[in-house]
């Protein structure tokens, strides 16, 4: 291993960016925030280099990607080509409560976090550390196509980068070959305090007491006899996000995708199927509303419960063109009758197929129509869901909006917007957290403390969009698992949902739980450790002196069947959250 206090041997690879990788990015911010950044170039000690970057963030700003370094790619690269991003970092000053300086750093061809070929987010003290991020491309760009960007967006700090390498190395190293800084989270180790809690709250609040007392037909106990308890549906929803058109369609994969959906999950939602742009036909003969309907019918079908997706999102880019077209024209007014319009229609032809709506999506960034009619308008398209759809749960829904430590301007917006919402008299019915987690997953005590925040609404909490997008499978997995453990001892949450599972038909394929050719990894093995044996309640014993059998078992649906001497008897019951001990009485003939 090399001496902390020097530079990691690298692969030889060629440069990535043109002349020069520090003097290759350029500051970008926007125009709001222009005043918010400080740039310069300065002479330093680091190991190994003498000159690195210094970048101020003068005041808390949101989101990361408004103070910036771009670089764009000095060559064309291929579709799975691979290059490497080392650095060196720390922090001069900063007003995070923990002392560490951050920064977001994203390779994609607009620079923006979304459908990238990289993102990371790290953090780092006052020492200098070094940072080695391997990446692959997910696409073919020209010359000048992709982008390298360092994001600053966060609370007020000082930061220093330098030791920058931008390397390409096309087909010649995989990402397994090269080196890297490898992740963790505090937490993660075995006989952590907070899974130890997490699990004594699981046993506490998601189990519920029953007794059972068996007797024959005249009434008198039948000692001994065989009992079988299978817990046949689980109270707390483990959902997964669906592509309808693999639901309504026949293919080889696409009926295995239906197997593992109706094996491994309880509730679903679409991932488009439902939004607007899908629904209005601006996306292509890839989706319809009779497409939709009809995954919609096959998951009622089967039993399984879904929540819709989504009513309004309302930034520009995720609008319809019919709103788009308004915009700035003399019938702009009519922005807001038509949205009710589009509220209602959903509410009309989905009737009876959907269980709750996302009724707002990502107001953090998508508020262009809160500034063009202004907030209480989000309050009227609640009002309106409510009196669509009477008695279906209405969510305000968001991104990183899981932990304080990470994104804390998120959680405040999260939490005043919920609180608005509540003033202005809207039947706001739930708080959607998507938790998309990156290489560098968030402390579980960090998300625990945001949670209980949650909790003073009174209102259920859903994570609504999961995954954990990173190469290295087993962090992905043991994050999976201390992931799930937290929340489903959170008494507030009502479910978890993952944004896929499948790596061909995901928007992170990295996040998947099955490979493209069906074979399972390591987090997919802890999701059915955890739902399908751990947390799911299978009995087998034998009734005493007096006929009965007491338990204790996973809120939800059994049946329970008894033999003794040749005859058998079944029962169906259900253990309900906050309900007292169960009296099950069973007849044997």
């Known amino acids: 291993m090399s001496h902390p206090l020097f530079p990691s041997p690298l692969p030889p690879g060629e440069p990535l960016v043109e002349g020069g990788p520090l003097a290759a990015f350029k500051l970008v911010t926007g125009p709001e925030y222009a005043d918010a950044a400080g740039f310069s170039t300065i002479e330093t000690d680091g190991p190994g280099f003498s000159r690195a970057w210094r970048v101020e963030t003068k005041r808390d700003t949101a989101p990361s990607s408004a103070i910036g370094l771009r670089a764009l790619t000095g060559r064309a690269v291929a579709e799975g080509d691979t290059g490497l991003l080392r650095f060196f970092a720390r922090t001069v000053s900063s007003a995070d409560e923990t002392g560490a300086g951050r920064v977001f750093i994203v390779v994609s061809d607009s620079g923006l976090a979304f459908n990238s070929s990289f993102e990371l987010g790290v953090s780092f003290g006052r020492e200098w550390r070094e940072f080695v991020l391997p990446f692959r491309f997910h696409k073919d760009f020209p010359r000048e196509g992709a982008a390298v960007m360092f994001h600053f967006g966060f609370m007020r700090q000082t930061v220093e980068i330098g030791g920058l390498d931008v390397l390409y190395y096309g087909k010649t190293q995989t990402l397994d070959s090269l080196p890297r800084t490898r992740f963790t989270y505090a937490g993660r180790e075995d006989g952590a305090a907070w899974r130890a809690d997490a699990l004594a709250r699981i046993e506490r609040i998601r189990k519920g007491a029953f007794n059972l007392r068996v007797t024959d037909a005249a009434g ?14 689980q109270a707390f929803q483990f959902g997964t996000a669906l592509q309808f058109a693999r639901l309504v369609h026949d293919t080889p994969d696409n009926l295995r995708y239906r197997e593992l959906t109706l094996e491994l999950f309880n509730a679903a939602s679409p991932e488009n199927d439902l939004k607007w742009g899908a629904w209005s036909g601006d996306w292509g003969d890839r989706y319809s509303p009779a497409q939709s309907l009809a995954g919609l019918r096959w998951l009622r079908g089967h039993g399984i419960p879904v929540r819709g997706h989504v009513l309004v999102w309302p930034g520009w880019k995720n609008l319809p063109r019919l709103v788009q077209e308004l915009r700035g024209t003399p019938r702009q007014d009519e922005i807001p009758r038509v949205i009710r319009e589009h509220i209602r229609t959903m509410a009309r032809d989905t009737r009876g197929l959907l269980e709750e709506w996302d009724a707002l999506n990502e107001p953090f960034t998508n508020h262009d129509l809160m500034d063009l009619f202004g907030p209480e308008i989000m309050a009227d398209w609640f009002k309106t869901a409510a009196a669509a759809m009477p008695g279906v749960p209405l969510y305000l829904n968001d991104f990183s909006n899981h932990d304080l430590t990470t994104d804390a301007d998120h959680v405040r917006h999260f939490e005043e917007t919920a609180r ?60 999976t698992r201390d992931f799930f453990i937290l929340c489903f001892s959170h008494p507030s949450v009502v479910g978890i949902q993952l944004w896929g599972f499948w790596e061909a038909c995901h928007w992170r394929p990295q996040a998947a739980m099955f490979r493209t050719d ?29 006929g009965c059998h007491a338990a204790r078992g996973f809120h939800g649906d059994y049946l329970v069947t008894v033999e003794s001497g040749g005859r058998r008897a079944e029962k169906a019951f259900a253990l309900k959250p906050g309900e007292p001990a169960l009296n099950i009485e069973i007849v044997l003939p």
């Open 518 to 546: 069906w074979s399972e990894k390591p987090n997919a093995a802890v999701y059915r450790s955890l739902v399908l044996d751990q947390w799911r309640t299978r009995i087998e014993a034998r009734t005493d002196a007096g």
């Open 220 to 233: 008198r106990p039948v000692s001994d006899a065989s009992i079988r308890i299978e817990q046949t549906r």
């Open 420 to 479: 608005f919402l509540v003033e202005r008299g809207a039947p706001l019915g739930g708080l959607g957290v998507q938790a998309h987690i990156g290489s560098q997953p968030n402390a579980p005590a960090e998300v625990l403390k945001v949670l209980d925040r949650y909790a003073a609404f009174n209102l259920p909490v859903r994570i609504t969009e999961f995954d954990v997008w990173t190469d290295d499978e087993q962090l992905q997995a043991d994050y």
